[in-house]
């Protein structure tokens, strides 16, 4: 099943304390993104990748941290969490061939104390 | 920077009703426009994805409309069912000069079919 996941599903957590929320695809999909979505502001991206090795920053990178040595994995690192980044965050990748639909994964709740 | 509205914020309609659900933006240059399905605590599920060169597409009671020259894009739902009730999202994803850019999102359309 073409899918993309994202590990762990709910989480909480201490400022300071790293952590990493792990996304994956299984549709060979070259572009990856990380959002997020809070009450009243909508879903806002972080940070987005074009390919390995090729990332940028999205509308909301700051405390973001992410890496893309192969094509299936996108992972979203938070170096030093801190209450503000208490979302719920959402990984997606998108299909190419001029079509351009995003597929989200099922979003992982973060709570940072 | 493009702008995406989504209007009503809300919407209560008894079952059996045909509804549309609004979204507007400001910058035409878009590559496409999507929307989705959230259930609550949950994630989106693709409803309908128009490119920027076609006026419309359905799927099975839902019809998607867009006319990029007034920046606009409509939802119509047929013949609701309570198991519509959602939150739908429309999204509009920008091209850039290397291609296909982030999506731009609106805050959604709170739709509840009341049985």
């Known amino acids: 099943e073409a899918q993309v996941t994202q590990n762990p599903r709910y989480l909480i957590t201490v400022t300071g304390k790293k952590l990493t929320v792990t996304c994956s695809q299984n549709m060979n999909h070259e572009y990856m993104s990380w959002y997020r979505q809070d009450p009243g502001l909508g879903l806002r991206q972080i940070y987005y990748s074009m390919n390995v090795e090729v990332t940028d920053k999205g509308d909301v990178p700051e405390g973001y941290k992410v890496s893309r040595k192969e094509k299936r994995n996108f992972p979203l690192i938070l170096e030093s969490p801190s209450p503000n980044q208490t979302s719920l965050y959402f990984c997606?990748?998108?299909?190419?061939?001029?079509?351009?639909?995003?597929?989200f994964g099922p979003g992982t709740r973060l709570t940072v104390l | 920077k493009q702008e995406v509205t989504q209007i009503p914020a809300a919407l209560s309609v008894p079952e059996g009703e045909n509804l549309v659900l609004n979204c507007s933006f400001t910058?035409?240059?878009?590559?496409?426009l999507q929307w989705f399905r959230q259930d609550p605590g949950k994630g989106l599920t693709s409803l309908l994805l128009i490119q920027s060169s076609q006026r419309e597409q359905t799927s099975g009671r839902l019809n998607a409309s867009l006319d990029k020259s007034s920046g606009r894009s409509t939802l119509y739902i047929a013949a609701s069912q309570p198991g519509d009730s959602a939150t739908y999202l429309c999204?509009?994803?920008?091209?850039?000069?290397?291609?296909?850019?982030?999506?731009?999102f609106g805050k959604g359309t709170h739709l509840i079919i009341q049985p």
């Open positions: 997606a990748s998108t299909s190419g061939g001029g079509v351009n639909e995003q597929f």
């Open positions: 999204a509009a994803m920008m091209y850039s000069g290397g291609g296909a850019d982030g999506l731009t």
């Open positions: 910058d035409s240059a878009i590559y496409n």
